[in-house]
């Protein structure tokens, strides 16, 4: 029986590559690919890019040795004759021992860079190409056979980890996401108001609440049916995403009820927000994206944290007083609030 013996560069490049292919943190993951590559080619720099077809762009994810003006343009669109082009469609390991001598090497950013010599491994997962490998030196010179061995393998195992840790990510996305709307579920939710409660409590911050509810959806299910219903939600949710702050956490607390969560925002900011930007975007958004077919409005209840609760379930239920107590003033308000806010801290429209 014969029996395969493997030098110790190949079982450390197999060892890394095990370490690799569990690792569901793509970052972490990429940066040991990255790290044992340099190592086994002796390069000064290297990068992994990683390719979006649907755009094709290319972004750096993972980078060492390289200058702060080099990574500030770390995603580009992939050009016609250029080398990620050459590299996409040859989908094998393309080496240049000296970039003065390559024609089609002509980026400006990189040979400002001063980066002389490289190797470029497409990365590749069930056919599709995910990425490429970069290794660099800042002189010219030759690779060796069994370092180009050594790239590959890793190659292979860093487009499975790739996968895997996408994989990964999606289904955490999955799990922590409303079907129909597209925003955090409610379990998630909760989890996110547990965290801020006690990110609050811990640093003496205030934060707002508002659960904003679709004005007469049963009535626009009895019209229109369920169908056109479940896409007036998907929609709806939609609007909220475009129309929220970058730093706010928009959830489906239940049926055709959204809540928003506002840190660093007290209850007088969180109106103002709301009465003078966000229902109108959403309320807009929404009939943008419903193709002008439908149009609903929406009734607000906001609640701030701590003068109106300091536990998760006290500070819902006093945004769901408000806005119990705003829908009953339907035709002269659209937004409530816990307490009364001062005229003077209200915003001019």
Known sequence: MAVLKLNDRTLDILSTARSVVSQLDL??????VLKKAMAVTNTTAGSIALYTPATATMRISASRGFSRQFLSSREWKVRRGGLTDRILKARCVTVINDTTNA??????????????????????????????????????????????????????????AIHNARMHTEMKQQANTDSLTGLFNRRCFENI????????????????????????????????GHQAGDAALAALGESIRLAVRSTDLASRYGGDEMVIILPETNLAKAYNLFANRIRYEIEEGFMRLSGGRYSLSVTIGIASYPLDGITARDLVLAADKALMATKKEKHTRKIGCSRRIPESLIAAP
């Open 103 to 160: 024609s089609f090497f002509s980026n400006p950013l990189v040979a400002r860079e001063g980066i002389k010599s490289l190797v470029c491994v497409p990365l590749i997962f069930s056919q599709d190409i995910v990425g490429i490998l970069y290794v660099d030196d800042f002189t010219p010179r030759t690779f060796s056979p069994s370092s180009m061995q050594s790239l590959e393998i890793l190659a292979s195992f860093a487009s499975v």
């Open 193 to 224: 108001l547990s965290r801020e409660l006690q990110r609050a409590e811990r640093h003496g911050r205030e934060f707002s609440l508002a659960l904003v509810d679709v004005d007469d959806f049963k009535k626009f299910n009895d019209v229109h």
């Open 27 to 32: 970052d972490k993951a990429l940066a040991m």
